[in-house]
């Protein structure tokens, strides 16, 4: 059995096909150099339906544990970032978070005593360690 396309719909298929092949060739190459976005950012009381709850820059002791909050988007690719913890620009711990395609909010927390007065920041990086954001704030009575 033979089959026979006319020639001007053979053409218009094959050009078809080549701008289809071009334009996945073009998304599969922008999408491992892009960058995740990082949209919000904030130190605040409580997380809630992954909300921030009350966002500031000075708690109080009795609150018991702060939270801080990074929500982005987009997110192209499964990876991780980290939450870095410093009190008085003493490394305190750091947290690794999972992020996960198309978009993603984490948090993480610490609890706090009486001893955690005083000035305190969290560096949020990505996973090669590339910061992103500085968040600022202090523990008072």
Known sequence: MKIIF?????????F??????????????????AKMVLVQ????????????IN????????QGEVFCFSNFDPVFKKTYILHKWY???????TMRLTLSPPKWSSFSRI???D??????????????????QTLRFSMVD
């Not at 966002?55 to 009795?62: D, K």
């Not at 001893?115 to 992103?132: H, M, Q």
């Open 41 to 52: 950012a904030v130190i605040c009381e409580a997380i809630e339906n992954f909300q921030p």
């Open 111 to 113: 609890q706090i005593r």
């Open 55 to 62: 966002p500031a820059v000075a708690f109080s002791i009795s």
């Open 87 to 93: 009190k008085k620009d003493k490394l305190i711990f």
């Open 6 to 14: 006319p020639g001007k719909s053979i053409k218009i298929l094959f």
């Open 16 to 33: 078809l096909a080549a701008i289809l092949l071009m334009s996945a060739t073009n998304v599969c190459s922008e999408q491992p150099n």
């Open 115 to 132: 001893a955690d007065k005083g000035p305190w920041r969290v560096e949020i990086r990505d996973a090669d360690d590339t910061p992103l």
